[in-house]
């Protein structure tokens, strides 16, 4: 079925991309997987519109960083507006988030500004339409390529969706106020050490695990910065490794043993990584804005998976109430 024009980008915000939930295996090529940073906002918008079968969930939908764009709708469609708050608004009047909501052809959509967290979603029934390159949608700034020629929105963007008129039975569907997820200043991230926290002695370990650290300003879709008590490797130590792969949420401690965090720009790193941030806090790194506190508290595995599935229950009791 053709692709329907759906939104007109009128003001396309701070940083506004095309993401899905990313391209994965291509690392051994030097891609990183890209994709959004919080993939359970993007993820729970997919479900609340109805964007669940073939793709499903994967289609993509807007990233939006800090403030938001300004669409008019070309098209009567469904959307939903997760992540961070940042105050939706159709044509004058608030509008809710976490929640599917049908707009009017003519209608225009805008953000009041954030209240908390970094990043929102904007999720349209039948998703955004865009080409396909190694498997995904998502917008790879540093490489230029996926989403619109890899790049973020201007005004005059014209989005499409496939079969938006589908997904307009999806109003009303939210999730439940419970599990939407509380943007706070102070975030505890849960981690597993390794895989060269052997490198560090156990006061170094003891630091890293009682300390608070202060997001700082160097923050963007490749990693976060950390400021706080030095973290140092061993003595007689070379302050760097040679180069490997990294996934989203290792925790890199370079010569100057101030952390970072990587996120999903980037693929390799030459530090040692003392953990790892578990999968089901994930998300809680794209909600993460400078001058934010962040402490590290270790869990084991079994602990990692059973977070997990508890997530995994949380999106998969969307589809009853469709």
């Known amino acids: 079925m053709a692709a329907v024009n759906v939104l007109e980008v009128i003001s396309p915000g701070p940083l506004t991309t095309i993401q899905d939930r990313g391209r994965l295996g291509f690392g051994p090529y030097g891609v990183a997987p890209s994709g959004a940073v919080d993939s359970f906002s993007l993820r729970v918008g997919n479900r609340l519109v109805g964007n669940r079968l073939d793709n499903g969930e994967d289609e993509a939908g807007l990233e939006m960083t800090f403030a938001g764009p300004v669409v008019t709708a070309l098209s009567k469609i469904t959307i939903a507006v997760t992540g961070a708050d940042i105050q939706p608004r159709i044509n004058t009047a608030p509008a809710p988030m976490w929640r599917a909501m049908v707009i009017q052809k003519g209608d225009r959509l805008s953000f009041k500004g954030i209240r908390s967290g970094l990043r929102a979603y904007l999720a ?6 865009a080409k396909m390159v190694l498997g995904s949608r998502s917008t790879n700034l540093g490489a230029r390529f996926g989403g619109l020629s890899g790049r973020p929105l201007v005004k005059g963007d014209i989005l499409s969706a496939h079969a938006p008129h589908l997904h307009l039975k999806t109003e009303g569907t939210a ?4 599990s939407i997820p509380n ?27 009682q300390s608070a650290y202060r997001v700082t300003e160097q923050l963007d879709r490749t990693g976060i910065r950390l400021e706080g008590p030095l973290i140092k490797e ?18 890199q401690i370079p010569g100057d043993g101030q952390p970072i965090i990587i996120l999903g720009e980037t693929v390799t790193g030459g530090y040692r990584k003392i953990a790892t941030v578990i999968s089901a806090d994930l998300s809680r790194l794209g909600q993460l804005r400078p001058g934010n506190k962040v402490r590290f508290s270790p ?17 998969q009791g969307i589809i009853k109430q469709i």
């Open 183 to 209: 943007h706070t200043p102070e975030v505890t991230l849960r981690i597993i050490f390794g895989p060269h926290h052997h490198h560090f002695d156990p006061e170094m370990l003891s630091t890293f695990r």
């Open 299 to 315: 869990v084991s595995p079994d602990e990692a998976r059973s977070v997990l599935l508890e997530i995994e229950t949380i999106i």
């Open 175 to 178: 999730l439940p106020f419970e």
């Open 234 to 251: 061993k003595v007689a130590l070379e302050k760097s490794i040679i180069s490997e792969g990294v996934v989203s949420g290792a925790i």
């Open 124 to 129: 349209v029934g039948g998703g955004i339409n």
